[in-house]
Nanobody
């Protein structure tokens, strides 16, 4: 059974940085996309960034230039480097795998979520 285990996250002040990690076990990284999604309190879950093994990458406009997604195939690890964080980035962040681009309804596997809190 595929498992996605997340780590990282936490609390920072506006302008700070955090890195999220996602370890994928029993998942073929050559299949489809992996990505990061987030859900803020009272809001629907939304896509943040996705990547496939060919380094095809998509970012939502609100994170372009601030967040960087990367994939280490050898270690089966997915990362999200988040710089210049803003209070609006406060949300539960989820790692996902087995989908296409930022279409969250296509993703089959999900991590447990990790909280990111940005204070002004």
């Amino acid at each position: 059974q595929v498992q996605l285990v997340q780590s990282g996250g936490g609390s920072v002040q506006s302008g700070g940085s955090l890195r999220l990690s996602c370890s994928a076990s029993r998942y073929n990284l050559e299949s489809n996309f992996m990505g990061w999604f987030r859900q803020a309190p009272g809001k629907e879950r939304e896509g943040v960034a996705t990547i496939d093994r060919y380094d095809s990458i998509a970012y939502q406009d609100f994170v372009k230039g601030r967040f960087t997604i990367s994939l280490d195939n050898g270690k089966s690890m997915l990362y999200l480097q988040m710089n210049n964080l803003e209070p609006d980035d406060t949300a539960m962040y989820y790692c996902a795998a087995g989908g296409r681009w930022l279409l969250q309804e296509t993703y089959k596997y999900w991590g447990q979520g990790t909280q990111v809190t940005v204070s002004s």
